[in-house]
């Protein structure tokens, strides 16, 4: 599970390498909103860890404002539960169809604390 506070520079510790199939992969993170499937994000982070034959870290920050850099790992979410799927890539990318197209992680992400602005869909 990944957890995210709005408004942070959040810390995201995952055990990615050892599923990989690519040496020296990167990452792009699918978030589909469970409340509204339709409404998906892909973001990509850049690999931090000094040790990635143990684990991946990867700073996710939250924004909470329209200020977006999904290449960098900078997004805006509303506060929610999403499914996330993580695949690997020989290059960075934010598309789906550049990546080897197998999802080498799946689980929950959890976005925590308050909207400043709600879709029309929650009004």
Same mark, same amino acid.
């Given at each position: 599970?990944?957890?995210?506070q ?5 810390? +995201? ?34 690999? &931090? ?10 700073t ?7 200020? +977006? ?14 499914k ?9 990318? &934010? ?11 799946t ?17």
């Amino acid at each position: 599970m990944i957890n995210l506070q709005k408004d942070t520079a959040n810390t +995201v510790i995952l055990e990615l390498t050892s599923v990989s199939t690519l040496l020296n992969p990167y990452y792009l993170f699918e978030a589909i909103n469970d409340m509204q499937p339709t409404n998906i994000t892909y973001f990509t982070g850049t690999d &931090l860890s000094t040790y990635k034959c143990r684990y991946n870290r990867f700073t996710i920050t939250e924004t909470g404002t329209t200020y +977006v850099n999904l290449t960098g790992g900078t997004i805006n979410l509303i506060t929610g539960s999403y499914k996330y799927n993580i695949y690997e890539a020989s290059a960075s990318t &934010l598309s789906v169809s550049a990546t080897t197209g197998s999802i080498i992680s799946t689980g929950k992400l959890i976005v925590d604390g308050e909207d400043t602005e709600l879709p029309e869909v929650y009004r």
